[in-house]
């Protein structure tokens, strides 16, 4: 016992004390993440979704700096209005009007001299497109390509003026600029494509210049654009059919500029790869490298399905774990209350009662306590629910495996015996209260424990929910727990319960895992053949499956011992 409240200390000073070590930061550009989100959660029609990252804008909001200017008051009402907004278009049309107004706001906050900025984009992109207009006419493509490398590097540090200004002509530009990087690095380069190119995209810069609105309707595309392009490049390179697949990947070029924020803010490396990759592939594809470039196609696809999968969890996530330590609890409860009901010690019952509310209620507020740790973090959220999500699993297992071997079970059991001899001798109600508290604290530290797996990526309103749910399971178990037992054996209940507790410490392991691919902490080895099951944490990477299969052979080694050894 005494270990095992160690164990559990350490983990909970750690929890408490990493708030007060990480600066939390928050910048529009969290606000304008979760907005991106919440939109997708709408069209997902994922509500539980969309009220986290509802409460998210808020909650970040009210960490900016909000001096005294008009549009403070326009943002409120724009929350206020996507708040009170009844039909998802409504809330889509309410959020793009937030998007507008934070944008407005942002240049309030970090006032930009436009015009400069378009000057200084014009004054060092047009020599360069001169000069490599000129290679190319030449034939002097190694210096076109040189060139081509500092029109690339000058617009990516311009192009932000771009993309605020005109979405449409910023894609125009984007998409010149990779077909431009096709042509060069052709085998073959295919000088008159590159120089129509060129053509083309200074037509695109010389407008935008002149202040001419691009008529390009961009729309809102689904990022899975990007998968059924590269999805149908690979099957057509498959087919040898490598005039098909250069196709699309040119329509994921043309896809790309209308979705790749989706990319950039949730993973930085893959959109790097993909501006610097994919033009390359298009224009270097033939029959002797055809193998190569498919391998490379098939692994930014899938970095691609990872980054924009979903990672969360239920409700019902929230519940198992409360289920499996609660029902434990429940038994030892009515052990206890059966103790003093055959004495005749109802004060003592009254007691057991409220040392055991005592403890679900310690339990439920440090759990809401991690919640909330979560919720603040901030700018390192991401790295802390990864981390921390492994760290849980390893505790699930140590402590899971420690706390129900017979050592443990024999030293518990002990415990309590020698408490409830010394409370019936003496009489003292206050120890029947404080047996029953620490009794049911015990499961309830060992909750927390799993809690702390997922707390990061469940909204408050499937956390509370599950809390509900499995509350109310519970008291329906107490009540007609003579008829349960008849139909379920108690062991047989704990195994099934074990059961799903056991997948939920794989999901949480892949989960976790996964974040942290996600942030390029871990790197990605994708398997291929394998599908993506988010609903189980099952992400086709040999780093995700290699620890996951750990954990299933751990499991079952040590039931396969237990079942042995008759514990």
């Known amino acids: 016992m005494k270990r095992y409240l160690t164990i559990f200390s350490i983990v909970m000073f750690i929890c ?13 550009s969290e606000i304008y993440i979760s907005v991106t989100d919440a939109k997708t959660a709408i069209q997902e029609k994922d509500k539980q979704a969309f009220k986290q990252h509802f409460k998210e804008i808020k909650d970040n909001w009210q960490k900016v700096i909000q001096n005294d200017h008009k549009l403070v008051q326009t943002i409120n009402e724009d929350i206020h209005k996507v708040e009170e907004s009844k039909s998802p278009e409504d809330k889509e049309k309410a959020l793009n009007k937030l998007t507008s107004d934070l944008i407005d706001y942002e240049k309030v906050l970090n006032p930009v001299d436009k015009q400069k900025k378009r000057d200084q984009l014009q004054k060092e992109m047009q020599p360069l497109i001169q000069e490599i207009s000129k290679a190319i006419t030449d034939k002097d493509f190694e210096q076109a390509q040189a060139i081509n490398n500092q029109l690339n590097a000058t617009w990516t540090k311009n192009e932000a003026i771009v993309r605020e200004e005109d979405i449409g002509r910023y894609g125009q530009i984007e998409t010149r600029l990779m077909f431009i990087r096709i042509a ?13 190119e060129v053509e083309q995209l200074k037509k695109a810069l010389d407008e935008y210049y002149a202040g001419k609105k691009s008529d390009v309707k961009t729309g809102d595309q689904d990022v899975n654009i990007l998968n059924k392009h590269l999805d149908q490049a690979i099957r057509n390179i498959k087919n040898n059919d490598l005039a098909k697949a250069k196709q699309d990947l040119q329509q994921f070029i043309i896809a790309w500029p209308n979705v790749e924020s989706e990319i950039s803010t949730k993973n930085g490396a893959l959109y790097t790869k993909i501006e610097q990759q994919i033009p390359q592939f298009a224009g270097q594809l033939e029959q002797d490298n055809k193998d190569d470039i498919q391998a490379h196609l098939e692994s930014i696809n899938h970095e691609i399905k990872s980054t924009i999968s979903k990672t969360s969890y239920t409700f019902w996530d929230a519940a198992l774990i409360l289920l499996r330590e609660g029902v434990e609890a429940l038994l030892i409860v009515m052990a206890l209350l059966t103790v003093t009901r055959k004495s005749e010690q109802r004060k003592a019952s009254k007691w057991i009662v409220i040392g055991s509310m005592s403890g679900i209620a310690l339990s439920i507020v440090l759990a809401f306590i991690f919640k909330s740790i979560f ?60 047996v029953a508290f620490l009794s049911v604290f015990r499961e309830g530290a060992e909750t927390i424990i799993f809690y702390l797996g997922i707390v990061g990526k469940i909204s408050t309103w499937s956390f509370v929910l599950g809390i509900v749910v499995a509350s109310v399971i519970l008291v329906l178990i107490a009540i007609f727990f003579n008829q349960i037992t008849k139909w379920i054996p108690i062991h047989r209940l704990f195994f099934i319960m074990s059961l799903f507790i056991f997948i939920l410490a794989f999901k949480i392991l892949g989960v976790s895992i996964h974040t942290l691919q996600i942030l390029n902490i871990v790197s990605q080895h994708a398997i291929n053949k394998l599908p993506f099951i988010d609903i189980v944490g099952f992400y086709p990477t040999y780093e995700t499956l290699i620890p996951q299969l750990a954990l299933v052979i751990i499991v079952v080694v040590y039931y396969m011992m237990s079942k042995k050894k008759g514990t």
């Open 375 to 434: 919720d603040n973090l901030g700018a390192t959220r991401e790295l802390t629910e990864g981390i921390v999500g492994i760290g849980s699993v390893v505790l699930m297992i140590i402590v899971g495996i420690w706390l129900h071997s017979k050592s443990s079970l024999d030293s518990w059991q002990s415990f309590i015996n020698k408490n409830m001899d010394i409370a019936m001798s003496t009489g003292s109600i206050i120890t029947f209260g404080l």
């Open 16 to 28: 408490l004390i990493a708030p007060l070590t990480i600066k939390a930061t928050t910048s529009l």
């Open 184 to 196: 060069l690095t052709k085998d073959k380069v295919d000088a008159a494509s590159a120089q129509i």
